[in-house]
């Protein structure tokens, strides 16, 4: 059995690298847009504040994750080996159309497929099932407002200023976004992979002592070997980048100067490190791609491909849905013949 764990453990850490890869876009795109990184540079840069994340901030969103999604005893390890695999096949499928889907709702949707199949309704969480779904709509929403608010302080800041000038201040500051956005992206994305391994080994009685720092399987103070391998994976992915995607943030849905990049990554950030230390495992994807909207809508509604936004948005409405069919579907038939 604990060989078949630690198998399993390696392939939470394969999905990780997965949600780097296709979530690489949401650190970089804007920076690779604005031409103030080139994309190897940027995605290094990335790279390195995803792996930051590990350091210094508690693991709620684990916790949420780990305890609050789904009931404890209808967790097994066949059924997360379901819910990773589904997840992983929905993200590589997206990943390859080049589109930036929210890699934590194919998470969440796989976990609660699978669930569905082995207790029913029962065995979710439904409150905090709902909350998470709330923000399926509420992340876009937030990243559009904050990103298009702080654009237009920023434009009536600088309204006295030459281009060039506006220009070269801000192709310094757009490193900062990006360094605050990398760093919201790998606490918040990173730990839902913790929050599954936390689960996976909370479910084998003899391995509960390996899930926390003290050994203690009711604290929630998560082991350090499991922060240190999420983010690690996490960045990496990050580090090899989903170009396909990044070119669809970065330059299919509108134009963006250092500036732009600017207001849009720290609208996003900020909004994720916000709702990181309540726990809500937001989507990085929606609450980066809103901000990029916002900020194009702040110069002309005429200015944004609304039609990008729609192949994106139709992308987000079935991942839920097609996520948890596939892992419902993976469980039924591992927990029947395996």
């Known amino acids: 059995m604990v060989a078949f764990v630690l198998l399993i453990v390696a392939v939470a850490l394969i999905f990780d690298f997965c949600n780097g890869l296709n979530d690489a876009a949401n650190s970089v ?10 994309p190897r540079k940027a995605v290094l840069w990335a790279a390195f504040f995803n792996f930051v994340a590990a350091f210094g901030f ?8 780990g305890k609050g999604l789904v009931q404890p005893e209808v967790i097994s390890p066949y059924l997360i080996l379901a819910v990773l695999l589904a997840a992983i096949t929905w993200t590589i499928v997206c990943t ?6 929210s890699v934590s709702h194919a998470l969440i949707g796989a976990l609660a497929g699978a669930a569905l199949v082995e207790g029913g309704a029962a065995a ?5 099932i709902a909350t998470v779904a709330a923000f399926i709509v509420l992340s876009p929403l ?7 608010s702080l654009m237009t302080a920023t434009l009536w800041l600088c309204r006295h200023a030459g281009p060039r000038a506006v220009d070269r201040v801000f192709r310094v500051l757009q490193l900062l976004s990006a360094a605050i956005y990398s760093l919201s992206h790998g606490l918040n994305d990173a730990q839902k992979t913790m929050g599954i391994i936390y689960a996976l080994l909370l479910s084998v009685p003899a391995l509960q002592g390996w899930a926390t720092h003290d050994g203690n399987p009711h604290s929630q103070r998560l082991a350090w070997w499991i922060i240190l391998s999420c983010h690690g994976a996490i960045a990496l992915g990050t580090y090899l980048g989903g170009w396909r995607v990044i070119h669809t943030l970065g330059n299919r849905v509108t134009r963006l100067r250092p500036v732009d990049g600017f207001c849009a990554e720290t609208g996003g950030g900020v909004t994720i490190l916000a709702l990181s230390q309540f726990g809500i495992p937001v989507s990085t994807t929606h609450t980066i791609t809103g901000a990029i909207f916002g900020v194009g809508s ?28 596939l892992a419902a579907g993976l469980y039924y038939v591992i927990s029947r013949f395996v």
Not at 96 to 101: H, M, R, T, V
């Open 58 to 65: 508690e693991t709620h969103v684990a916790t949420t994750i």
């Open 29 to 38: 795109a804007t920076i690779v847009s604005t031409r103030v990184l080139s």
């Open 124 to 128: 979710l969480h439904w409150s905090r």
């Open 96 to 101: 390859w159309q080049g589109l930036p889907i």
């Open 298 to 325: 702040v110069y002309s509604l005429a200015r944004v491909r609304w039609s990008v936004g729609s192949e994106i948005a139709t992308a987000w409405v079935f991942t839920l849905p097609a996520a948890g069919a």
């Open 142 to 148: 937030i990243g559009l407002l904050l990103g298009g």
